[in-house]
Protein backbone atom coordinates (compact mmCIF):
# COMPACT_ATOMS: atom_id res chain seq x y z
CA UNK A 1 0.00 0.00 0.00
CA UNK A 2 2.67 2.46 0.76
CA UNK A 3 4.03 1.41 -2.52
CA UNK A 4 1.10 2.69 -4.27
CA UNK A 5 0.94 5.93 -2.02
CA UNK A 6 4.63 6.85 -3.64
CA UNK A 7 3.82 6.00 -6.78
CA UNK A 8 0.66 7.96 -6.77
CA UNK A 9 2.31 11.15 -5.32
CA UNK A 10 5.43 10.68 -8.04
CA UNK A 11 2.90 10.96 -10.43
CA UNK A 12 1.26 14.21 -8.94
CA UNK A 13 4.83 15.87 -8.79
CA UNK A 14 5.53 14.76 -12.43
CA UNK A 15 2.03 15.83 -14.01
CA UNK A 16 2.60 19.14 -11.88
CA UNK A 17 6.04 19.83 -13.65
CA UNK A 18 5.00 19.38 -16.90
CA UNK A 19 2.31 21.80 -16.27
CA UNK A 20 4.73 24.26 -15.28
CA UNK A 21 6.46 23.68 -18.91
CA UNK A 22 3.28 24.13 -20.95
CA UNK A 23 2.69 27.15 -19.23
CA UNK A 24 4.20 30.67 -21.17
CA UNK A 25 7.18 32.44 -19.43
CA UNK A 26 7.07 36.14 -18.64
CA UNK A 27 10.18 37.79 -20.69
CA UNK A 28 12.78 39.47 -18.93
CA UNK A 29 12.14 42.31 -20.40
CA UNK A 30 8.44 42.78 -19.01
CA UNK A 31 7.80 45.10 -16.34
CA UNK A 32 8.26 49.24 -16.54
CA UNK A 33 11.38 51.18 -17.46
CA UNK A 34 11.95 54.42 -17.46
CA UNK A 35 14.36 56.20 -19.84
CA UNK A 36 17.81 56.85 -18.83
CA UNK A 37 19.22 58.24 -22.36
CA UNK A 38 18.12 58.32 -25.87
CA UNK A 39 21.17 58.75 -28.06
CA UNK A 40 21.34 59.46 -32.24
CA UNK A 41 24.42 58.91 -34.36
CA UNK A 42 25.56 61.07 -37.08
CA UNK A 43 26.58 58.48 -39.56
CA UNK A 44 29.25 61.15 -40.51
CA UNK A 45 31.22 61.35 -37.87
CA UNK A 46 30.36 58.28 -35.98
CA UNK A 47 29.71 60.20 -32.65
CA UNK A 48 26.33 59.59 -30.32
CA UNK A 49 24.49 62.77 -29.27
CA UNK A 50 21.61 63.28 -27.01
CA UNK A 51 18.40 63.17 -29.16
CA UNK A 52 16.71 66.42 -29.19
CA UNK A 53 18.69 67.75 -26.07
CA UNK A 54 17.77 64.87 -24.37
CA UNK A 55 14.31 62.74 -23.61
CA UNK A 56 12.60 61.12 -20.52
CA UNK A 57 9.75 58.69 -20.92
CA UNK A 58 8.63 55.13 -19.66
CA UNK A 59 7.95 52.20 -21.50
CA UNK A 60 5.65 49.35 -19.98
CA UNK A 61 5.77 45.72 -20.96
CA UNK A 62 2.74 43.83 -18.35
CA UNK A 63 3.86 40.40 -19.55
CA UNK A 64 0.69 39.94 -20.75
CA UNK A 65 1.54 41.00 -24.02
CA UNK A 66 0.57 44.71 -23.98
CA UNK A 67 3.13 47.39 -24.12
CA UNK A 68 2.73 51.13 -23.42
CA UNK A 69 5.28 53.66 -24.78
CA UNK A 70 5.15 57.76 -24.03
CA UNK A 71 8.63 59.50 -24.73
CA UNK A 72 8.68 63.23 -24.12
CA UNK A 73 11.61 65.87 -24.33
CA UNK A 74 13.46 66.68 -21.32
CA UNK A 75 11.08 68.68 -18.77
CA UNK A 76 8.17 68.59 -20.87
CA UNK A 77 6.00 68.19 -17.31
CA UNK A 78 7.54 71.18 -16.26
CA UNK A 79 6.61 73.87 -18.95
CA UNK A 80 3.42 75.90 -16.41
CA UNK A 81 0.88 75.36 -19.27
CA UNK A 82 -2.29 73.82 -18.42
CA UNK A 83 -5.30 73.51 -21.20
CA UNK A 84 -8.43 71.50 -21.35
CA UNK A 85 -8.79 67.89 -22.73
CA UNK A 86 -10.35 66.90 -25.23
CA UNK A 87 -11.42 70.55 -26.21
CA UNK A 88 -11.00 72.53 -29.44
CA UNK A 89 -9.85 75.68 -28.19
CA UNK A 90 -6.24 74.55 -26.96
CA UNK A 91 -4.23 77.57 -27.31
CA UNK A 92 -1.56 77.53 -30.23
CA UNK A 93 1.32 77.46 -27.42
CA UNK A 94 -0.40 74.35 -26.27
CA UNK A 95 -0.80 72.67 -29.23
CA UNK A 96 2.95 73.10 -30.20
CA UNK A 97 3.62 71.91 -26.68
CA UNK A 98 1.95 68.68 -26.72
CA UNK A 99 4.04 67.82 -30.02
CA UNK A 100 6.97 67.28 -28.32
CA UNK A 101 5.46 64.41 -26.51
CA UNK A 102 5.36 60.81 -28.41
CA UNK A 103 3.11 57.72 -26.98
CA UNK A 104 1.32 54.52 -27.91
CA UNK A 105 -0.34 51.40 -26.82
CA UNK A 106 -0.67 47.72 -28.64
CA UNK A 107 0.68 44.70 -28.31
CA UNK A 108 3.70 42.92 -28.20
CA UNK A 109 5.94 39.97 -29.32
CA UNK A 110 9.90 38.96 -28.34
CA UNK A 111 11.83 36.86 -30.87
CA UNK A 112 14.49 35.74 -28.66
CA UNK A 113 16.08 34.07 -31.10
CA UNK A 114 16.48 37.32 -33.01
CA UNK A 115 16.85 39.37 -29.85
CA UNK A 116 13.85 41.47 -31.43
CA UNK A 117 10.87 42.80 -30.13
CA UNK A 118 8.08 43.67 -32.47
CA UNK A 119 5.48 46.54 -31.17
CA UNK A 120 1.76 46.02 -32.82
CA UNK A 121 0.72 49.51 -32.39
CA UNK A 122 -3.21 49.72 -31.53
CA UNK A 123 -3.67 53.56 -30.63
CA UNK A 124 -0.92 56.45 -31.47
CA UNK A 125 -0.29 59.81 -30.36
CA UNK A 126 0.37 59.89 -34.68
CA UNK A 127 -2.99 58.60 -36.05
CA UNK A 128 -1.05 58.14 -39.27
CA UNK A 129 0.58 55.00 -37.26
CA UNK A 130 -2.37 53.41 -35.97
CA UNK A 131 -1.78 49.90 -37.21
CA UNK A 132 1.51 50.21 -37.51
CA UNK A 133 4.22 47.74 -36.19
CA UNK A 134 7.46 48.93 -34.69
CA UNK A 135 10.78 46.57 -34.27
CA UNK A 136 13.43 46.90 -31.72
CA UNK A 137 16.70 45.41 -31.45
CA UNK A 138 17.27 44.49 -28.02
CA UNK A 139 19.97 43.03 -25.17
CA UNK A 140 20.52 43.89 -21.48
CA UNK A 141 23.60 45.29 -20.37
CA UNK A 142 23.77 44.25 -16.59
CA UNK A 143 20.73 45.93 -15.16
CA UNK A 144 19.97 47.88 -18.68
CA UNK A 145 17.76 47.29 -21.79
CA UNK A 146 19.16 48.41 -24.34
CA UNK A 147 16.84 48.58 -27.73
CA UNK A 148 17.56 50.31 -30.91
CA UNK A 149 14.99 50.58 -33.91
CA UNK A 150 15.43 48.28 -36.92
CA UNK A 151 13.91 50.00 -39.25
CA UNK A 152 15.69 52.21 -41.14
CA UNK A 153 14.42 55.81 -40.79
CA UNK A 154 14.86 55.60 -37.23
CA UNK A 155 18.10 53.25 -36.87
CA UNK A 156 20.44 55.71 -35.92
CA UNK A 157 18.85 55.89 -32.19
CA UNK A 158 19.84 53.53 -29.31
CA UNK A 159 17.59 54.23 -26.31
CA UNK A 160 18.64 52.44 -22.49
CA UNK A 161 16.16 51.77 -20.42
CA UNK A 162 16.37 51.18 -16.49
CA UNK A 163 13.62 48.97 -14.27
CA UNK A 164 11.79 51.13 -12.45
CA UNK A 165 11.41 50.83 -8.65
Known sequence: MKSLKYIVS??????AFSCQKDKPSIPKIS???????????DTTKNIWSDYKGGMDGYLLYDGN???A??????????AGIEFPN?????PLEALKHITKSYYYMGNYKVSEA?????????????????GLTAERR???SGDTLVMQPVE????RLKLKWLKAK
Do not use: T
Open 31 to 41: GLWKLESMKVR
Open 10 to 15: AGILAF
Open 114 to 130: DSIVSHFKLSHSNPSEF
Open 152 to 155: RKNS
Open 138 to 140: FYF
Open 86 to 90: FNDSI
Open 65 to 67: GHV
Open 69 to 78: LHLYEKGYEK
